[in-house]
C-alpha cells in the first residue's frame, strides 16, 4: 500500500531492497509526445509537462530530450528548452560529443 502527496510524492515500503520506496505517481513529470527521433548519435524526443503540481514553479511546458550513446559505457541526456537558449558553462573536459552512435552497449535505455 503506497501513500503519496498532493505533490505527488508517494512511499512505498518493499521487502524488495532493489525496488525505491520512494517515488513519483506515473501522472507527474513529462511525458514523450510524438515519435523518439533517430540522431546520428542517438535519439531526440520532444516532452510536454504533465499537469501535476509543480516543486519549484516556472515549469517549462515542452522540453527537447536529447540522448546520446557515446561510448560502451557512457550514455548521456540532455534535457533543453527547445524555445530559448539558455547559456552553458563550458568546461575545459566536457566537449560536444561528435561521432556514430557506440554500439555492443553494457547498458539499455528506455524512454
Same mark, same amino acid.
Given at each position: 500500500?503506497?501513500?503519496?502527496?498532493?505533490?505527488?510524492?508517494?512511499?512505498?515500503?518493499?521487502?524488495?531492497?532493489?525496488?525505491?520506496?520512494?517515488?513519483?505517481?506515473?501522472?507527474?513529470?513529462?511525458?514523450?509526445?510524438?515519435?523518439?527521433?533517430?540522431? =546520428?548519435?542517438?535519439? *531526440?524526443?520532444?516532452?510536454?509537462?504533465?499537469? /501535476?503540481?509543480?516543486?519549484?514553479? @516556472?515549469?517549462?511546458?515542452? !522540453?527537447?530530450?536529447?540522448?546520446?550513446?557515446?561510448?560502451?559505457?557512457?550514455?548521456?541526456?540532455?534535457?533543453?528548452?527547445?524555445?530559448?537558449?539558455?547559456? =552553458?558553462?563550458?568546461? *575545459?573536459?566536457?566537449?560536444?560529443?561528435?561521432? /556514430?552512435?557506440?554500439?555492443?552497449? @553494457?547498458?539499455?535505455?528506455? !524512454?
Amino acid at each position: 500500500q503506497s501513500t503519496c502527496t498532493l505533490r505527488g510524492c508517494c512511499w512505498s515500503p518493499e521487502s524488495n531492497t532493489s525496488v525505491p520506496w520512494c517515488f513519483f505517481s506515473s501522472n507527474h513529470g513529462y511525458k514523450v509526445d510524438g515519435s523518439i527521433r533517430s540522431t =546520428e548519435a542517438g535519439f *531526440e524526443t520532444t516532452l510536454t509537462r504533465l499537469p /501535476s503540481p509543480s516543486f519549484f514553479g @516556472n515549469d517549462i511546458n515542452i !522540453v527537447l530530450l536529447t540522448g546520446e550513446y557515446q561510448t560502451p559505457n557512457r550514455f548521456r541526456f540532455k534535457i533543453t528548452d527547445p524555445k530559448t537558449h539558455r547559456f =552553458e558553462v563550458p568546461h *575545459e573536459h566536457v566537449r560536444s560529443f561528435t561521432g /556514430s552512435a557506440a554500439s555492443n552497449l @553494457n547498458y539499455k535505455v528506455d !524512454v
